[in-house]
């Protein structure tokens, strides 16, 4: 993306064992649905150079239902798009210059008032 270089993305998800209700844990903006599916790999090469996304990145994005790339000024953003109706979500990745910067997660539904942001910072090469 930046300085022509490519990225390459690779998504992969599992199915949840025990689906059913809860009223205890969160899953990509639903309180109360155990999704079917979770996402339990993301790769993202930058370069030749793999960037690192920690678990704690997508561990609670269930029920993908799609996923895009695009082009920042300074990077890029991996947008995902999950859940189902008032449950559904969306969540972008923004990566600075080959590094996971920040994720924010919103509640469609109510995108103004829940969503979840998280920080991250990585030791430069």
Do not use: C
Not at 88 to 95: D, G, N
């Amino acid at each position: 993306m930046k300085n022509g270089q490519r990225v390459i993305v690779r998504l992969s998800d599992k199915a949840v064992q025990t689906p059913g209700k809860s009223g205890t844990e969160y899953w990509g903006g639903d309180d109360n649905e155990v999704p079917r599916q979770l996402l339990d790999h993301i790769s993202v090469t930058v370069g030749a150079s793999p960037a690192i996304v920690p678990y704690s990145a997508f561990a609670d994005l269930g029920d993908v239902r799609f996923a895009s790339l695009v082009a920042t000024g300074t990077g890029f953003e991996l947008k995902i798009s999950g859940g189902d109706t008032a449950s559904s979500y969306e969540a972008r990745l923004i990566f600075r210059d080959g590094f996971l910067i920040e994720k924010i997660v919103r509640l469609l539904e109510m995108p103004d008032e829940r969503n979840e942001i998280a920080k991250y910072n990585f030791p430069r090469r």
